[in-house]
């Protein structure tokens, strides 16, 4: 099962975002971790190879599995694993452009409404507007059409 990272970047009521050519869909910068690798150091290592930045006081903010299922719902297709980590700054300024896509900051409002897959979406802003863990399965068509969604949500209490 393939392993994703990913990670945005909160500062000043913004969000660093990633347009993707193919769709014109923004994500939040990542990409595949690698063999060995943890997910901390993947989230920062894959952000710092799209942006050019550091990104720091990097959080773990959602767990989710991500199924792509036929048109009928009968078979799946494909499936991975994505964990999204947030960070409230960064050390660098970000580049505008890379391999991967366009970067640039949006207000924390756009977030409900710029081009983007539905779990997605959902996944970012959990992560930038709300407190705790998210965990959840988001399920799709294979022109990424959102069937599904399941999602858990936990906030640690510590006693005195």
Known sequence: MQRIANLLVVKDGRVLLMKKPRR???VAPGGKMEPGESVY??????FTEETGALPKDVHLKGV??????DENDTKTIDE?????FIARDLDGVPVKENREGTLDWHDLPELASLP???GDRTNLEFAALEEGMQYGTF???????LI?????RSEERVEP
Do not use: K, S
């Open 139 to 145: 399920t799709y068509t294979e022109d990424f059409r």
């Open 64 to 69: 989710y599995t991500m199924v792509i299922r």
């Open 80 to 84: 991975w694993m994505l964990f999204t």
């Open 24 to 26: 014109g869909w923004y």
């Open 41 to 46: 150091t993947a989230a920062c290592r894959e």
């Open 116 to 118: 983007m897959a539905e």
């Open 148 to 152: 599904r969604e399941e999602i858990q």
